[in-house]
């Protein structure tokens, strides 16, 4: 039998609260999913203002009644993955918490057990949003796909699975990704080494993500071979790329040229994922950004999909969401007290 929690809290509910027990099966499947001293209930407790008790199979959940019917659904479909052997970490009750919370209807075991890949250090990379969920299906089932969005919503981490993924499928024969080296502008020239040492710093996370999936002598054997390839944009000018997936990473920072030279690469049998955040464009000021040209041309175009993320597809350390928010407000007061002075 579990050991009981008892908090004194529970016996100062206001008169708004309710108190609502679920009974469970299996106690083991429960004592996998609180975590080793029930850490995952104390960050459900930290992340909802509600109480939670445990006593054998029996969970007693105290709080307002919309809080309480949430972590009810939260705790239950929980309980259901580790029933199917998905390990259960505090991010995943995070990334839970947050779904429920932008759409209670969500089913997070089609989220959570859709696995997209299974690194060389056996971790699985499956979604962790409805976005990125939405994402992958996009990347499944159209050959070109937009990812937009603010830094660490997994735009780039995830593409890059499912190209691995279809590389060792052999749904394709090769890999290109492309990044464009605008940041290095004329400093470019300065920099120590030949034009490929130049260039290797910008092209640094992309061989991150490559090196955190596959090991480093097999990656490193493809790249040689030229089965994947990882390259400034510039250089896929004038090529064809068949039976390829190819990924153009930080398409915000591409001119319009760029852009459309890029998309024009695709050939038969290929996919094509593009990435980028509008919020952190480093083209000069009269330079218009591929990207959010793209948009515009295509969004209507059948068999291009475009996702959009948000703070809340987050899925670095938390503090990133709460910072990209903090600047979208910036954001959104400098375009207010904008308009206002043009009006006056």
Same mark, same amino acid.
């Given at each position: 039998?579990?050991?009981?929690?008892?908090?004194?809290?529970? &016996?100062?509910?206001?008169?708004?609260?309710? *108190?609502?027990?679920?009974?469970? &099966?299996?106690?083991?499947?429960?004592?996998?999913?609180?975590?080793?001293?029930?850490?995952?209930?104390?960050?459900?407790?930290?992340?909802?203002?509600?109480?939670?008790?445990?006593?054998?199979?029996?969970?007693?959940?105290?709080?307002?009644?919309?809080?309480? &019917?949430?972590?009810?659904?939260?705790?239950?479909?929980?309980?259901?993955?580790?029933?199917?052997?998905?390990?259960?970490?505090?991010?995943?009750?995070?990334?839970?918490?947050?779904?429920?919370?932008?759409?209670?209807?969500?089913?997070?075991?089609?989220?959570?057990?859709?696995?997209?890949?299974?690194?060389?250090?056996?971790?699985?990379?499956?979604?962790?949003?409805?976005?990125?969920?939405?994402?992958?299906?996009?990347?499944?089932?159209?050959?070109?796909?937009?990812?937009?969005?603010?830094?660490?919503?997994?735009?780039?981490?995830?593409?890059?699975?499912?190209?691995?993924?279809?590389? *060792?499928?052999?749904?394709?024969?090769?890999?290109?990704?492309?990044?464009?080296?605008?940041?290095?502008?004329?400093? *470019?020239?300065?920099?120590?080494?030949?034009?490929?040492?130049?260039?290797?710093?910008?092209?640094?996370?992309?061989?991150?993500? *490559?090196?955190?999936?596959?090991?480093?002598? +097999?990656?490193?054997?493809?790249?040689?071979?030229?089965?994947?390839?990882?390259?400034?944009?510039?250089?896929?000018?004038?090529?064809?790329?068949?039976?390829?997936?190819?990924?153009?990473?930080?398409?915000?920072?591409?001119?319009?040229?760029?852009?459309?030279?890029?998309?024009?690469?695709?050939?038969?049998?290929?996919?094509?994922?593009?990435?980028?955040?509008?919020?952190?464009?480093?083209?000069?000021?009269?330079?218009?950004?591929?990207?959010?040209?793209?948009?515009?041309?295509?969004?209507?175009?059948?068999?291009?999909?475009?996702?959009?993320?948000?703070?809340?597809?987050?899925? +670095?350390?938390?503090?990133?969401?709460?910072?990209?928010?903090?600047?979208?407000?910036?954001?959104?007061?400098?375009?207010?007290?904008?308009?206002?002075?043009?009006?006056?």
């Amino acid at each position: 039998m579990m050991k009981r929690r008892i908090d004194p809290l529970l &016996t100062k509910r206001t008169e708004s609260d309710i *108190l609502e027990k679920i009974v469970y &099966t299996d106690n083991d499947l429960l004592r996998t999913l609180f975590g080793e001293h029930d850490q995952n209930i104390k960050l459900i407790e930290k992340l909802a203002a509600v109480k939670l008790a445990v006593r054998g199979n029996v969970i007693s959940i105290t709080g307002s009644r919309h809080t309480v &019917t949430l972590i009810r659904r939260l705790l239950t479909q929980l309980y259901e993955i580790t029933g199917k052997g998905y390990p259960i970490y505090p991010a995943d009750i995070e990334y839970a918490h947050r779904i429920l919370s932008e759409d209670c209807t969500a089913d997070l075991e089609k989220i959570f057990l859709d696995t997209v890949f299974i690194s060389s250090k056996k971790r699985i990379i499956t979604p962790k949003s409805i976005a990125q969920k939405l994402y992958i299906d996009a990347i499944r089932h159209s050959d070109m796909v937009f990812g937009i969005g603010p830094a660490g919503t997994g735009k780039t981490y995830l593409a890059m699975a499912m190209a691995i993924s279809a590389l *060792l499928e052999k749904k394709v024969s090769r890999i290109s990704l492309a990044r464009p080296a605008v940041e290095a502008g004329e400093k *470019l020239g300065f920099l120590p080494g030949d034009l490929s040492e130049k260039v290797n710093p910008y092209l640094r996370p992309l061989y991150d993500a *490559l090196f955190d999936m596959i090991d480093f002598d +097999r990656a490193s054997a493809l790249i040689s071979k030229g089965v994947i390839e990882v390259a400034p944009l510039a250089f896929m000018r004038g090529r064809t790329l068949n039976d390829s997936f190819v990924i153009l990473d930080e398409a915000q920072n591409t001119t319009s040229e760029q852009m459309k030279m890029f998309l024009t690469r695709l050939g038969y049998g290929s996919k094509a994922v593009i990435t980028g955040d509008v919020t952190q464009i480093d083209l000069p000021i009269d330079k218009i950004s591929g990207l959010v040209e793209a948009e515009e041309l295509l969004c209507k175009t059948e068999g291009i999909r475009f996702i959009h993320f948000s703070e809340l597809d987050v899925v +670095r350390h938390p503090l990133v969401q709460d910072i990209i928010r903090a600047y979208n407000h910036l954001d959104h007061r400098k375009r207010r007290d904008g308009s206002r002075h043009q009006a006056s």
